[in-house]
């Protein structure tokens, strides 16, 4: 879907994300549920977390197998301990914010939106109407709300290895009036331990 950048277009994407984040996540199928003390509310904990994990797992055995890898790396500062200690850090300032926790589709890439642009449909009232779809959810689940929004944003600029153009990444104002639809949109459980998620903490 590369119109993404054309307003009727994100409008269209925000406002399907606002919907998708509204979903209760007692409603979602293997959602994990972190219950804590019976004082606290329970919440549900972020996938994220969890792929880092896995990720970090995953370099370790192969990094082990090949010292070679290990040294290049090692070139660019890049190791498993500052992984690590960058995961910590990052979970932290997570938690901090007390960002909202909803179902989360994990994986917008603009090929996983189906938008229809209603040329040539006939509805009921006889009116052509746009609509976007979100399709893929195999990775979905509870995650931080910002996560998705970032992801998709990033997609604008492209992912491919010699395609990428940070030009195209959306520009303030774009974000700014992506982020107001999404909010309009938004029905979030209202959880007194949980801050709200407003516009300036998302843009």
């Given amino acids: 879907m590369q119109n993404c950048h054309q307003p009727e277009?994100?409008?269209l994407v925000a406002a399907q994300l606002g919907k998708l984040h509204s979903?209760?996540?007692q409603d979602v199928p293997g959602a994990i549920a972190i219950t804590g003390d019976s004082t606290r509310p329970s919440k549900h904990e972020p996938c994220i977390w969890n792929a880092i994990a896995k990720f970090i797992q995953l370099a370790d055995g192969a990094l082990s197998r090949n010292s070679n890898l290990t040294a290049e790396f090692r070139a660019f500062g890049v190791t498993l301990e500052w992984a690590r200690r960058d995961a910590t850090e990052l979970r932290a300032l997570c938690e901090a914010e007390g960002m909202p926790v909803v179902f989360a589709h994990n994986d917008l890439l603009l090929a996983n939106l189906m938008y229809n642009s209603g040329a040539g449909r006939d509805s009921l009232d006889g009116q052509q109407h746009q609509e976007v779809t979100f399709i893929d959810f195999e990775f979905s689940g509870p995650n931080y709300a910002p996560y998705d929004v970032a992801y998709h944003f990033n997609e604008f600029a492209?992912?491919?290895?010699g395609e990428i153009d940070y030009e195209k990444y959306p520009s303030p104002e774009t974000r700014s009036d992506w982020i107001r639809i999404y909010l309009q949109h938004l029905q979030l459980q209202r959880n007194p331990r949980v801050s709200p998620l407003d516009r300036k903490s998302v843009v």
């Fill in 9 to 11: 277009v994100y409008a």
């Fill in 23 to 25: 979903v209760p996540l």
């Fill in 158 to 161: 492209g992912v491919e290895a």
